[in-house]
């Protein structure tokens, strides 16, 4: 496959997530933890919905408004993280942010399924906080939770 030809791909893959959001609503059950983050640079806004238990992740969901890649990496990393421990989480989160910046992210083990269609944004610096934005808030809910304890 030429570059072009993987770049088109990438492109279907973002904007299928783009618009038909997997994961996209809110949860109401108790104990659900909610965390909001902004990228103000693009505009970008994100609200994430979790339901940890055991220290696994047993549901996400988000709502959100702003650009095709922050969009749809809220929708890949929601559809990824779901069954993860708290820390594999936090683990694909390193590597989703090594994979924007263009350094090596594959790992055995680890796969990225949709995810990897981002790894484009490595050409556009700008957007690089549009990508990761969802994947620094489940950072951040998480970081709130345990302070919490
Ligand atoms: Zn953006």
């Not at 790992?107 to 484009?120: K, M, R, S």
Request: charged share 30%.
């Amino acid at each position: 496959m030429s570059f072009s030809q993987l770049d088109q791909l990438y492109r279907r893959v973002i904007m299928d997530h783009y618009k038909n959001p997997r994961n996209k609503g809110t949860i109401d059950a108790d104990g659900k933890l909610t965390v909001n983050m902004n990228n103000p640079t693009c505009g970008d806004r994100v609200e994430l919905h979790m339901i940890v238990e055991d220290n696994k992740i047993k549901d996400a969901k988000f709502l959100g408004e702003g650009c095709s890649i922050s969009l749809s990496s809220a929708s890949m990393m929601t559809e990824a993280i779901k069954g993860l421990t708290v820390e594999e989480a936090l683990h694909m989160s390193e590597l989703f942010s090594r994979m924007v910046q263009g350094k090596d992210y594959h790992e055995e083990g680890v796969d990225f399924g949709d995810i990897g269609a981002l790894q484009g944004v490595a050409k556009f610096p700008a957007r690089i906080k549009c990508a990761t934005l969802p994947w620094k808030a489940m950072e951040k809910l998480f970081l709130n939770e345990r302070n919490a304890d």
